[in-house]
């Protein structure tokens, strides 16, 4: 079975601080999808990168850097120098690479809390 | 491109009554997932439909139902409310050819049910 762990329930720092959020996952599939979304607080799910098993680049999209890590089953997420407007929950998600599937496993999600 | 619409935001029904949201994916996608999110449960996929037809389901009971329609659209279906149905229900559609690529999903701001 997959699983997703958030170990982080909240989080809170203080503006222009790094932060690190992380997500270890559990699957049996050699290949497979993950996934971080963002909630704010109107509810709708943002969805924020997709990486898949077998690309284990990090990636950096302008603050946010993503570091996946197969030997630790791990895929972390970090945003230097927050932001208030970064305040949300983020979620880590996992989904298996069948065709069609289109199912994904979500972690807890972690409030992050950025304050001013 | 105009994103996941979902009618009604809320809605407030009573035990034993049912009840149907709709959802509306991004013009050209052809998968609509349904996920319930609750803050004991977190989010927890309900099921996935493809061209009408539903291609993945969650380990929820019978009560849940869905279906799809040739223009894409899904409604989901509650019967015999129960107050544990209490929940923000997302929808999610994705787009992309139907290969072993899983597609990121885009979220619709979801519908806020309350059972009393």
């Known amino acids: 079975a997959q699983k997703v762990t958030q170990a982080q329930t909240e989080i809170s720092v203080v503006e222009k601080e790094d932060v690190t959020l992380d997500c270890v996952y559990e699957t049996r599939d050699t290949t497979y999808y993950l996934f971080w979304y963002k909630q704010p607080p109107s509810g709708e799910l943002v969805f924020l990168i997709r990486r898949n098993s077998f690309d284990e680049q990090n990636e950096i999209s302008g603050r946010y850097s993503w570091n996946f890590q197969k030997s630790t089953s791990s895929f972390n997420f970090t945003i230097t120098a927050s932001q208030v407007v970064d305040s949300a929950v983020y979620f880590c998600?996992?989904?298996?690479?069948?065709?069609?599937?289109?199912?994904?496993?979500f972690g807890q999600g972690t409030r992050l809390t950025i304050n001013p | 491109k105009a994103g996941v619409t979902q009618t009604p935001r809320y809605l407030i029904k009573t035990r034993g009554q049912q009840v149907t949201l709709s959802c509306s994916p991004i013009?050209?996608?052809?998968?609509v997932s349904w996920y319930q999110q609750t803050p004991g449960q977190g989010l927890q996929f309900l099921f996935e439909y493809f061209s009408e037809t539903q291609r993945n389901k969650g380990n929820f009971p019978g009560r849940f139902s869905g279906r799809q329609f040739s223009n894409s659209r899904s409604e989901m279906n509650v019967s015999t409310l129960e107050l544990g149905d209490s929940a923000l229900y997302l929808c999610?559609?994705?787009?992309?050819?139907?290969?072993?690529?899983?597609?990121?999903?885009?979220f619709g701001p979801g519908t806020r049910l309350t059972v009393l």
């Open positions: 998600a996992l989904s298996e690479a069948v065709q069609g599937a289109q199912k994904l496993v």
């Open positions: 999610a559609s994705a787009g992309g050819p139907p290969g072993l690529a899983v597609n990121e999903q885009f």
């Open positions: 013009s050209g996608h052809r998968s």
